[in-house]
């Protein structure tokens, strides 16, 4: 059981980029998968994206066609590549990964804010 760790985040404006990223350690070595999720200030938590141990993506509609997730394996990291950044962006970003009970038995980091406004 480890603690999983997000950074990268930080404040852009409307049309801009940013990259999280999430340590996972072990999770390589383990064939966990990697979900993405955020939680507006006032609203519930939602998913956004996931890769597979196999390194195959799925996306929220809200986010598809402008974020992009990948990972580099020997790191144990996964990042979230964001892209044509809107306001409704704005949230705490948190990862959790999910696959065997090793997997599925990781802490939630503390997350990172990301914050979209002109």
């Known amino acids: 059981q480890v603690q999983l760790q997000e950074s990268g985040g930080g404040w852009v404006q409307p049309g801009g980029s940013m990259r999280l990223s999430c340590t996972a350690p072990?999770?390589?070595?383990?064939?966990?998968?990697v979900d993405w999720y955020r939680q507006a200030a006032g609203e519930q938590r939602k998913w956004v994206s996931s890769?597979?141990?196999?390194?195959?993506?799925t996306y929220a509609d809200s986010v598809k066609g402008r974020f992009t997730i990948s990972k580099d394996k020997e790191q144990d990291t996964v990042y979230l590549q964001m892209n044509s950044l809107e306001p409704e962006d704005t949230a705490l970003y948190s990862c959790?990964?999910?696959?065997?009970?090793?997997?599925?038995?990781?802490?939630w980091g503390q997350g990172t804010q990301v914050t979209v406004s002109s």
């Open positions: 959790l990964t999910y696959g065997s009970a090793w997997c599925a038995s990781n802490l």
């Open positions: 072990g999770f390589t070595a383990a064939g966990c998968g």
């Open positions: 890769i597979t141990t196999a390194g195959i993506p």
